[in-house]
């Protein structure tokens, strides 16, 4: 299907621009149709329409290339919440009315879980949260997911930054810390609430461990049975995996 809708010259442009982003130096014409396993005549008219367009810079006295930053330009328009937020919701939507529990999407922001995006059930009950809501990374699910698949050394920030953990034992930190290793490796996060009885919250992450873009997806439920947690778990695991591939974050 892939060869059917193929366009040559385009997939000329992007292996060049794809080599050239990681070469520290220009390149002859020569030297990139080698890179790329292609010859010189193969992508002379890609180069000068590369150039021509302002992705590519040639020095004019040795005819190399290096990359230009109009692609780092073009890439700062692009916003990256905004583009999970379109591609969850209908998801999120589908998995509420289907299992009639509400689903929330959590992002970091300013070292808390930030409640992003809320899907809402046609339940008569179903728990509602306000979008901004910040919550303490090690007092909620989707906290600790997205504590324990950040890169090492944010992880150390955001421990060092939590208001929980600070405010309680030495003990509490190395709970914390042996658990996002647990949770580092499933992707998937089961918290159950200490200040509502009863209620648990299952969060699974959109994204990969130390990825630039990571999300997690969550649902609270009451009086939650096994075989209900298993099926929403399932569920929940599978619209994260979904959201992640349309964002080309797997």
Known sequence: MADKYSVPAVDKAFEILEFLSEQNNALTKAEIATGINRNINEIYRVLINLESKGYLIQDPSSSRYKMSLKLF??????NPMAQISQTALPVMEEFAFDYGVSCHLFTLYKSKAMMTLQASSNSEVSMQIMEGTLFDLSASGAGKLLLANSNPEVQRMLIERDDVLNNDSTDSVDIITNEVVLLRQTKFCKHVSSN??????????????DGKIIAALSVMV???TDEKEQAIKAALTECTRKISSELSLL
């Open 196 to 209: 509502l009885p009863g209620l648990i919250e299952l969060s699974s992450l959109i994204g990969q461990s």
């Open 222 to 224: 009451l009086g939650l």
């Open 73 to 78: 330009t073009l890439t700062r328009r692009v």
